[in-house]
């Protein structure tokens, strides 16, 4: 099976930067793909951002433009730059990974991902 661990969050002012890392390890009959998440508190799991089976990466709206979602294959890291940080983005940060065979889908939805980290905390005031 798969292990995410995630890194690199912390506390920013409002229009910091920070980086997350997700290192990934193990293995997946067939391959997978992955994806970032956030959970702030009394709010559910949102999809951030993810790569598609063709490479191509996706964001939520209140995203676009401010993250860029990549991934060095070599590193087996995925990593999530966040620039222009404002404090709604506030959140739990979650890499996690879904099946190859729902890669293809471009909404990035919790149930979809059957393998996740345990989170990193981004605090922007």
């Known amino acids: 099976h798969v292990q995410l661990v995630e890194s690199g969050g912390g506390s920013v002012q409002a229009g910091g930067s920070l980086r997350l890392s997700c290192a990934v390890s193990?293995?997946?009959?067939?391959?997978?793909?992955t994806g970032w998440f956030r959970q702030a508190p009394g709010k559910e799991r949102e999809g951030v951002a993810a790569?598609?089976?063709?490479?191509?990466?996706i964001y939520t709206d209140s995203v676009k433009g401010r993250f860029t979602i990549s991934k060095d294959n070599a590193k087996n890291t995925l990593y999530l730059q966040m620039n222009s940080l404002k404090p709604e983005d506030t959140a739990m940060y979650y890499c996690?990974?879904?099946?190859?065979?729902?890669?293809?889908?471009?909404?990035?939805?919790?149930?979809?991902?059957?393998?996740w980290g345990q989170g990193t905390q981004v605090t922007v005031s």
């Open positions: 996690a990974a879904r099946l190859w065979r729902d890669c293809w889908k471009t909404a990035i939805i919790p149930s979809d991902f059957g393998y």
């Open positions: 193990g293995y997946i009959y067939g391959g997978y793909c």
């Open positions: 790569i598609v089976s063709d490479g191509t990466p």
